[in-house]
Structure formats: C-alpha cells, structure tokens
C-alpha cells in the first residue's frame, strides 16, 4: 500500500516535530491540527511508519526509507545510528552482549548524549537488542546488544531488510486488490457482517472457526520479534480470513499463502539456518531436511504454495483449477496449523 502524497508530508512533519521534541510528539495535539487527515495518520500508524506510545508518536526505521526522500536531515540521523550500531556491534563480540551505558556510547563515539538517545530511539525498535532501557532519558539509561546484532554488516542493512519486507508487503497488497477487482464471478455473501475495518470483530470470528485467538497465535510466532513485521503478519492473517469468508477465494490463497512463506523465512533465519533456495520452495525443503516440520504440516504448506501458483490467470486452464470457498478457507487454516509447529 503506497502512500500517498499527503500521507508522505505528514510523515514527514512526524520526523521534523520529533528533531525538537526528542522525547516524542505529542499525538493528541498533532492530530487535533490535522484534523482533516486523521485516516491519513491512522494509516501511518497501521502500516509502521509511525509508532504510538503513551501518545506520542516517533518514527519508526521502515519509516527512514521513505523520509530519505524528502528530507535530507534523515541522512543525519541513519549516520548517527550507524555510529551507535558499529560500537554495539563491537561491544557484542568482545564482551558478549554485556550492558552499556548511554554515556559510554556518547564517549567512544564522539556523539552528544542527545544524540545517542535519538539514535537509540530508532535502534530498540529493530532485533538487535537483547535489553535495554525503556526510559532512555535516565542517566543510568543502558543497552545491551544481542547475537542477532552480527546478522548484520550495518545499520543500512537493517533498513534495507525493512525496505524489502515494505516492497512485498505493497506487491502482495496490489495483487490482491487486482485480483478482488477482476474477479466478480466470486459472490460476496449477503449474510456475512465481516469487515476488514473492524479487527476485533474479525478475530473474534476467527477464534469461532479455528479456535484461535489473535494472543494465542501471537505467541505461537514469538520468534518474529520485529513489531512492524508482526503487525503486518496479524493484519494479512485478517484480511485473508476476511476474503476467504466473502467469497474472494483466490486472493485469500494467495495472502495466506504469503503469510506461511513469510513465516517460513523468518523462522529460518531465527534459527540461523540458510534456505537450500530463496523462495517458498526451499523454505519449505529446507524446514523438511532439518526436520523443523511435520510431515502433514510440509504437506499443508506445499499445497498452499501450489494454489498461490495460480496467480496468474492463464494458469486457470479449467475449471478444476478455479479455487473453490472450502479450500480458500483451508489455506487460512494452515496458516494456524503451521503455527502450531513452530
């Protein structure tokens, strides 16, 4: 989902109020003066960009891909966090992730502990930190950075793993908005009262037809510890459970089908484990050879991956490849099934 013009100035005016306000800005007040694009606001926050804490907004690192475009002070602050994220990177392998301080920081990069702070802000929202401070305004304010630090050659590389996740998330989004457009053969159910707008009544349908709850799935995928990426997973296990039950059976395959391939990825690399092949494919083989599922499982997931194959639609040559309401419900099903593997 791309932003629009008004959605990037917004963000943009985030970026710039939190250079004077490094403590957050004040949510409240910067909506009641843009009143008129709260849904545009709302929309920052749904898709990471933008991060709501005891009202305040600040920035976020997937953010930083898209401020770098219009504003050159964002340069500024990915160097100091690249300051920051070589010292911690140091610190890890010499002393194994023990904690330090915010004014050891400061001195051994040279940087004003304002500066460390504003950086940090950025840092502890990325899975490199094993602990740290939640108020980094104390003195005593510490980090500690943790083995998933070395995955990494540097902070730009952390930004341009988001920057790949937010580019399959936009494409998997556009698909599947073609597909429901294109597709009016598929009957939308007058008795259904799902929304995609309305979460909590969705996931309270979804505990109803696989007994699970948003929580207990939450769980299940512990291992994705990067908030953006886990509010992405819980809204497309939604939206496709949403399409599933209206009758948009071949965008529901298709979203779920993203859902398990993303989770296969991520579970890989929580395992520091590399795939035989970068693609649904081999995380699937490469999960089956090191034994990290079972054999129904492995076979849910190559069937889901088989359906998501007929995105294009030469591939419905016949009837019997059309995707029925059943199976689409199915595949949303493996995606539960498959957590419970994890």
Not at 286 to 313: A, G, I, M, P
Request: net charge positive; proline share 4%; hydrophobic share 35%.
């Amino acid at each position: 989902m791309t932003l629009s013009n008004e959605g990037k100035k917004l963000l943009n005016d985030i970026f710039s109020a939190s250079l004077k306000s490094p403590d957050g800005v004040n949510a409240l007040r910067f909506r009641a003066d843009n009143e008129q694009f709260i849904p545009e606001i709302d929309q920052l926050e749904r898709l990471g960009y933008v991060q709501r804490k005891n009202d305040l907004y600040s920035i976020t690192p997937l953010a930083l891909a898209q401020l770098g475009k219009v504003n050159p002070d964002t340069y500024s602050i990915v160097q100091k966090c690249g300051l920051v994220f070589a010292l911690l990177q140091g610190n890890y392998r010499d002393n194994l992730g023990e904690k330090i301080t915010v004014p050891d920081i400061a001195r051994n990069t040279s940087l004003s502990e304002d500066d460390v702070r504003a950086a940090l802000r950025i840092i502890i929202q990325t899975p490199i930190l094993g602990s740290y401070t939640g108020n980094l305004a104390k003195e005593s304010a510490y980090v500690a950075p943790s083995e998933n630090i070395l995955k990494y050659k540097s902070f730009e590389d952390i930004l341009k793993e988001l920057e790949e996740w937010d580019k399959r998330r936009n494409n998997q989004y556009r698909e599947s908005k073609k597909l429901t457009h294109i597709s009016p053969k598929y009957p939308v159910e007058q008795e259904t009262s799902l929304s995609a707008t309305s979460s909590k009544a969705n996931w309270e349908a979804i505990k109803d037809e696989y007994d699970e709850t948003k929580r207990s799935f939450g769980k299940k995928i512990n291992f994705v510890s990067d908030s953006h990426k886990r509010k992405i997973i819980f809204r497309d296990v939604e939206h496709s459970f949403v399409l599933a039950s209206t009758g948009f059976s071949k965008p529901a395959v298709i979203l779920a089908g993203s859902v398990i391939e993303e989770l296969l990825r991520l579970y890989l690399k929580h395992k520091s484990i590399p795939p035989i092949k970068d693609d649904f494919d081999g995380y699937i083989k490469t999960c089956e050879q090191e034994r990290l599922l079972k054999d129904s499982v492995s076979r849910l997931s190559h069937s889901v991956r088989q359906f998501r194959n007929l995105v294009h639609l030469s591939a419905e040559k016949t009837k019997k490849h059309t995707i029925s309401k059943p199976t689409a419900k199915g595949a949303v099903s493996s995606i539960f099934t498959i957590a419970n593997d994890f």
